[in-house]
Nanobody, 127 residues
Framework: QERLVESGGGSVQAGGSLRLSCAASEHPYSSDCMGWFRQTTREEREGVAIINTGEGTTSYADSVKGRFTISQDRAKNMVYLEVDSLKPEDTAMYYC????????????????????WGQGTQVTVSS
């Protein structure tokens, strides 16, 4: 059983919206870091939006602030990413990630801190 499973990707036109979902098979620690990264074939995995599951604090990449919103449903072990005002440059494979350990404070946007990854869901934005 996969620990993290993403869904909700798709193909949209510029300006459109999607809602990405991440289902966790195990309940996160009371203060864990979960969120979303994205990657194209030519670039490193980029942190997009992260939430501390206990504190509720969030972190966003500058490129998505004001357009993307991360949220969680702790009772359902779910993390969501609302992506609005999509641009062609948002086209990428989007991955759900989790540190899997207690973490205090603002969660990092660096991929190397994250121990668990989903298989990804593709988002394609056409102009």
């Amino acid at each position: 059983q996969e620990r993290l499973v993403e869904s909700g990707g798709g193909s949209v036109q510029a300006g459109g919206s999607l809602r990405l979902s991440c289902a966790a098979s195990e309940h996160p620690y009371s203060s864990d870091c979960m969120g979303w990264f994205r990657q194209t074939t030519r670039e490193e995995r980029e942190g997009v939006a992260i939430i501390n599951t206990g504190e509720g604090t969030t972190s966003y990449a500058d490129s998505v602030k004001g357009r993307f919103t991360i949220s969680q449903d702790r009772a359902k072990n779910m993390v969501y990413l609302e992506v609005d005002s999509l641009k062609p440059e948002d086209t990428a494979m989007y991955y759900c990630a989790q540190i899997g350990l207690p973490y205090a404070g603002v969660c990092p946007l660096r991929a190397r801190y994250y121990n668990y990854w989903g298989q990804g869901t593709q988002v394609t934005v056409s102009s």
